[in-house]
């Protein structure tokens, strides 16, 4: 898996090579994959590191909070159909 150092943290796998797809930290997005469906995540990479997950459909609801290497092996689950039923 290659590995990519950004402001936010070092992502293997997580994150594409050109930063400048990337939102600002601090803000809330979504994949551009999820097509604008209800079903979708948001995603925040924090200053300093660490990423916030929530639920798009519920803004004001919890928040998972996760550290770089959380993240990075969620992501990789989640490629490799771990989560998958």
């Known amino acids: ?7 936010h943290g070092t992502f293997k796998g997580a994150r594409p090579d050109d930063d400048a797809m990337w939102p600002p930290l601090g803000r809330w997005f979504k994949s551009s994959r999820s097509g604008g ?11 300093g590191g660490g990423v ?3 639920d ?4 004001n609801g919890p ?23």
């Open 1 to 7: 898996m290659d590995t990519t150092s950004h402001a």
């Open 37 to 47: 469906g209800a079903e979708c995540l948001e995603v925040m990479f924090l200053d």
């Open 52 to 54: 916030n997950v929530r």
């Open 56 to 59: 798009s459909k519920n803004p």
């Open 63 to 85: 928040v998972l909070k996760f550290t770089d290497a959380e993240f990075t092996a969620f992501v990789g689950g989640a490629k490799n159909g771990e989560f998958d039923c």
